[in-house]
T-cell receptor, first 114, second 113 residues
Framework: ETGVTQTPRHLVMGMTNKKSLKCEQHLGHNAMYWYKQSAKKPLELMFVYNFKEQTENNSVPSRFSPECPNSSHLFLHLHTLQPEDSALYLC?????????????FGEGSWLTVV | GESVGLHLPTLSVQEGDNSIINCAYSNSASDYFIWYKQESGKGPQFIIDIRSNMDKRQGQRVTVLLNKTVKHLSLQIAATQPGDSAVYFCAETSMEYGNKLVFGAGTILRVKS
């Protein structure tokens, strides 16, 4: 139990589908993140939200659309994805403004685009 | 279960031996470092951290060493156990990175029984 819960754990979707990944954190943090992890690259930061406001979009294609309705919940809406988008999508949270910006990860959502 | 990092460097150790995992970081201004462990099918899990004003920090069975001169970080695991098998990532952060964590590529640790 990491305090960061992601659903679904596994998702298979076609390139024309619309789906969403959900993340919820129970740590009282005010920053939330989406990371992408694939076999050939290090962890890639996608989006950062601080106090519900998006503070970073790391040149992510518009077929990925994040939503942060409150500090505890984060969504990643997926639309017309490509097979190369297949990866592990990790949600994380941290408490900004602290001396050590340790982030805590969820278990991830395995996405396969067919 | 699924795994990532299929093309990462691999360290194989015998159960009971000590393991040393190395990481070269990129920014001499980085002031905070973390080691994460990622088991198959799970998200990265915080292991231990160290600030740049220290060169060594010990946890339970783990020690992190920091050499700022050569920008090198290492994780030592004492009496390695099968449950230590995982991918290990180092991460660095600094004001220059906006205090965001920058992750290394990772090292696979395989423990042989």
């Amino acid at each position: 139990e990491t305090g960061v819960t992601q659903t679904p754990r596994h998702l298979v979707m076609g390139m024309t589908n619309k789906k969403s990944l959900k993340c919820e954190q129970h740590l009282g943090h005010n920053a939330m993140y989406w990371y992408k992890q694939s076999a050939k690259k290090p962890l890639e930061l996608m989006f950062v939200y601080n106090f519900k406001e998006q503070t970073e979009n790391n040149s992510v294609p518009s077929r990925f659309s994040p939503e942060c309705p409150n500090s505890s919940h984060l969504f990643l809406h997926l639309h017309t994805l490509q097979p190369e988008d297949s990866a592990l999508y990790l949600c994380a949270s941290s408490q900004p403004g602290t001396p050590k910006n340790t982030i805590y990860f969820g278990e991830g959502s395995w996405l396969t685009v067919v | 279960g699924e795994s990532v990092g299929l093309h990462l460097p691999t360290l194989s150790v015998q159960e009971g031996d000590n393991s040393i995992i190395n990481c070269a970081y990129s920014n001499s201004a980085s002031d905070y470092f973390i080691w994460y462990k990622q088991e198959s099918g799970k998200g990265p899990q915080f292991i231990i951290d160290i600030r740049s004003n220290m060169d060594k920090r010990q946890g339970q069975r783990v020690t992190v060493l920091l050499n700022k001169t050569v920008k090198h970080l290492s994780l030592q695991i004492a009496a390695t156990q099968p449950g230590d098998s995982a991918v290990y990532f180092c991460a660095e952060t600094s004001m220059e990175y906006g205090n965001k964590l920058v992750f290394g590529a990772g090292t696979i640790l395989r423990v042989k029984s």
